[in-house]
């Protein structure tokens, strides 16, 4: 272990291996030996990519403890997620730390449904990977708006059990919204699942919450507020849950889809709405 | 008598607009004028009421004969941060407290003068030359917390030949010193040149290792490490626990002052990429000095107006007198006996006033001050475009993930052995903020600098 450590100041987080895989939709390999060594399905890192950059949570999406990498996949949406696309592979980024957040709660289950939005389909893999390996039953929606941003499809479609796209534009698998197909499938009895996971944007967490609630089949939320130390520090990533308040970083990242307040979640993740716009017109031109 | 050298600063308007520091030292002259004020007293009580018991009478009479390297090597026996403590000491709680000239007049300003030699070797590039001390003892230390307790126990264990890592969880080290205390009271650069001794001592500092996530204690204990320090500190940030608080635009002082300090988000968006959204009317609630750096870094950032809402009044407010002085000059308005019971949102869920109660005070608590009590009918409303709560934190016990041996108390803070810092788990102790609850940085010191000669005594059985 010892030859892992890092000293202050070194660079070691290098970009390995590097795909796009699809448009603004990038996969990349660093090393971060640390990281890769205590894992867990569910966990993140914070990144910061260069000395005047912002710390971003990104999703542990693979790990290899033997080659000491970590994979992560990440939609360019703004000025930090545009810099770490832009590094390429060879380059290095300042600073990675993690694993944060605690492993996922799905890992004990036999009969598992998970839902993935957009980029965050990834976020399902690692889970996936694992609940396989234990020989659970595994049931994939993965839902975008359109069918070209559906990834990672082979890694994803070989693990699990059921698999199901959809898209909004209805350019891949069913037409329609994911909370209507998964209403559709506990409907027709056809999926038998003790418990639901989802990962994607609020607005369709909480449409998920509310097929679900009429199930009764307990559901967990992937919860993506805005983050800072990541550590229980500084109380940014603060949600509301079951009317008490929770630290995303070190209480979360999954909640209890039920019980979260989605409305408050929504206005503390466009709280800088302006000024990351103005920062991405200064420093991108776009 | 010669009047105690009054500290220049930063003439107010300059402030209004930049983090730039705002005590700005003195010259050697008024160094070597302030120090012959020094009466050297045979017995000083200055030295006792020092947390780190600098040799203050000694130190100044180096200053006072221009001696400045003898100066600072005597600092640096005992406080290996002078360039922090001689900026940021409550030196009126502290040394000078109890300096004899203090009884008639002004005490001697030992902060100044202690900061005065600190510039002076920063200036010469470097610190004092450390002999670089051999690992000669075989055995090694791990320091979890990069904070002055860390920081000081790191300096002494390293001296006598141990092998010392400091994992550090952030991306820098330094603790809240480094995110916590603003630029203009302590300038990062300053902060940073002055830990460089740590390189020198060979002490090497692991930044981005989170203890109980990276790796746990166990990892540390199985990995060959023959005693831990926990210095963590207490960096959980308290809530008011009232409605609307999770409104946009409530900020917690501690993540405020961590975007400002460890992200320079005031120098969004040209310099810094993390942004902070401060604006209109700020109102800061609490009484102590992060309720104040809170509210002057406020002023920076161009808010329209900035309150302070503290409970009780002025006389119970922990927070020191220079410093609300320097608020003050800066437009920092006070509400006293007021206490918030709700934030109130706007349609977009953004902060828009708070609901306050008038208190009156009653019969002193267990802390000596008068118990503010809310007088029923009183509420009333308050514009707020910003609030920043800054009420106190507690202990984080993240690293103590996967580690149930080791036993807190009732407020969280970790049970030690008062004596020798010892943990309930043999060979890991504790020290800092992590143990005391929020205190301050030379009472931090003081526990790293005990903590560090009795894991000495454990490694030596
Ligand atoms: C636990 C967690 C895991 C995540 N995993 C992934 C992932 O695997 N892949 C992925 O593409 N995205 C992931 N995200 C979201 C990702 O962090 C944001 O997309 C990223 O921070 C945007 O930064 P930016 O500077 O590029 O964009 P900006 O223009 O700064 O922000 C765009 C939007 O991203 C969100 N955001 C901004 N800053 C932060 C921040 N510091 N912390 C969290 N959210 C922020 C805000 O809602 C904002 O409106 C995750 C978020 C969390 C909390
Ligand atoms: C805003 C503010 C202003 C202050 N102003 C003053 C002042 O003017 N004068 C004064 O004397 N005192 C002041 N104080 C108090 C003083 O800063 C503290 O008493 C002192 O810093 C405590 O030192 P410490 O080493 O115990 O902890 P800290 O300085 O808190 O350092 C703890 C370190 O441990 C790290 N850490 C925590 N958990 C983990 C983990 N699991 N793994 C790895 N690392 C971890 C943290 O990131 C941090 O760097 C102020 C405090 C605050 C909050
Ligand atoms: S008590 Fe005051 S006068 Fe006496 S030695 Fe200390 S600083 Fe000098
Ligand atoms: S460390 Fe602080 S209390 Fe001690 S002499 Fe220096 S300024 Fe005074
Ligand atoms: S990100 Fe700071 S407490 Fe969670």
Redesign the pocket.
């Known amino acids: 272990m010892e030859s892992y450590m890092l000293r202050w100041g070194e660079m070691p987080f290098k970009i390995i291996s590097k795909k796009k895989l699809a448009e603004k939709i990038k996969m990349i390999e660093i090393e971060a030996p640390l990281v890769a060594r205590s894992a867990m399905p569910g966990q993140f890192v914070i990144i910061r990519v260069d000395q005047r950059g912002e710390r971003i949570p990104l999703t542990i999406v693979d790990w290899n403890p033997s080659r000491g990498t970590i994979t992560l996949v990440f939609r360019e949406i703004g000025l930090t997620t545009m810099k770490l696309g832009r590094r390429r592979v060879g380059e290095e980024i300042l600073d990675v730390v993690g694993p944060l957040g605690n492993p996922s709660q799905v890992l004990n289950y036999d009969r598992v449904c998970m839902i993935g939005e957009g980029v965050r389909i990834s976020s399902l893999y690692p889970r996936l990977k694992y609940l396989k390996k234990c020989g659970s039953h595994t049931v994939v929606i993965a839902y975008a708006k359109s069918g070209d941003e559906i990834i990672m499809e082979d890694e994803i479609s070989r693990l699990s059990d059921e698999y199901y796209v959809v898209t909004s534009d209805g350019t891949r698998g069913f037409k329609g919204t994911a909370a209507i197909t998964l209403h559709n499938l506990l409907k027709e009895s056809k999926m038998k699942v003790e418990v639901v996971l989802a990962v994607g944007s609020p607005l369709m967490l909480r449409s998920i919450a509310a097929v679900t609630k009429r199930y009764q089949i307990r559901t967990i939320a992937d919860l993506s507020p805005i983050m800072l130390?990541g550590?229980g520090?500084c109380g940014c990533c603060r949600v509301i849950v079951g009317n008490e308040v929770k630290f995303a970083c070190i209480d979360g990242p999954e909640f209890d889809a039920h019980l979260v307040d989605y409305d408050n979640l929504i206005s503390r993740m466009k709280m800088y709405r302006s000024e990351e716009q103005l920062s991405l017109k200064i420093h991108m031109g776009g | 008598m010669v009047e105690r050298i009054k500290m220049p600063e930063l003439p107010v308007e300059r402030r209004l607009k930049s983090f730039d520091e705002v005590a700005l030292g003195y010259s050697e002259e008024m160094a070597r004028v302030e120090a012959s004020r020094c009466l050297q007293c045979k017995n000083p009580p200055c030295v006792k009421a020092c947390p780190l018991n600098v040799n203050i009478p000694a130190f100044i009479r180096h200053v006072r004969e221009g001696n400045y390297e003898k100066a600072a090597e005597i600092i640096r026996s005992s406080n290996c941060l002078p360039v922090?403590?001689g900026?940021?000491?409550?030196y009126e709680r502290q040394c000078e407290s109890a300096c004899t000239l203090g009884k008639k007049g002004e005490p001697v300003s030992i902060n100044a003068l202690e900061r005065f030699i600190s510039d002076w070797e920063l200036s010469r590039g470097f610190c004092i030359p450390a002999k670089i001390p051999e690992k000669t003892k075989g055995k090694k230390v791990a320091i979890?917390?990069?904070?002055?307790?860390?920081?000081s126990a790191a300096e002494r264990l390293a001296l006598e030949g141990y092998e010392v890592s400091i994992?550090?969880?952030?991306h820098m080290?330094?603790?809240?010193?480094?995110?916590?205390?603003?630029e203009f009271?302590?300038p990062k650069d300053v902060l940073l040149k002055g830990l460089k001794f740590l390189d020198e001592l060979d002490v090497e500092i692991l930044t981005n290792?989170?203890?109980?996530?990276?790796l746990t204690l166990n990892d540390l204990l199985s990995d060959g490490y023959d005693a831990i320090f926990l210095?963590?500190?207490?960096?959980y940030p308290l809530s008011l626990g009232i409605p609307g608080e999770n409104l946009c635009g409530v900020y917690f002082?501690?993540e405020f002052?961590m975007r400002i300090n460890l992200m320079r988000a005031y120098k969004f968006p040209h310099e810094s990429d993390t942004p902070i959204s401060v604006y209109g009317h700020v109102v800061v609630v609490g009484g102590g000095?992060?309720a104040i750096?809170?509210a002057r870094c406020a002023v920076r950032l161009g808010a329209d107006s900035v309150t302070i809402l503290y409970r009780r009044t002025e006389k119970e407010m922990p927070a020191?007198k220079v410093?609300v002085r320097r608020a003050r000059e800066e437009g920092v308005h006070f509400s006293f006996l007021s206490q918030p019971i709700e934030f109130i949102g706007d349609e977009n869920g953004r902060v828009k006033a708070i609901k306050c109660i008038k208190m009156e005070l009653g019969p002193p608590d267990e802390t000596g001050r008068r118990r503010p009590i809310p007088i029923p009918g009183s509420e009333f409303i308050v514009d707020a475009d910003t609030v920043i709560v800054?009420i106190g934190?507690t202990v984080?016990p993240?690293?103590l993930r996967g580690f149930p041996h080791i036993k807190l108390s009732k407020k969280g803070t970790i049970v030690v052995d008062p004596e020798t810092l010892e943990t309930t788990y043999s060979g890991i102790f504790a020290?800092?903020?992590?143990v005391?609850g929020?205190?301050?940085?030379?009472?931090?010191?003081s526990?790293?600098r005990k903590a560090a000669h009795f894991i000495i005594r454990h490694l030596s059985r």
């Open positions: 130390d550590l520090m | 922090i403590t900026r940021v000491c409550p979890v917390g990069s904070g002055p307790a860390g920081i994992f550090e969880a952030l080290p330094g603790g809240v010193p480094l995110y916590g205390i603003p009271k302590l290792v989170v203890i109980g996530r990276t210095a963590i500190g207490a960096n002082a501690s002052l000095d992060v750096d809170v020191r410093e800054a934190q984080n993240l690293a020290g800092g903020d992590a005391t929020s205190s301050t940085v030379a009472m931090a010191m526990t790293g």
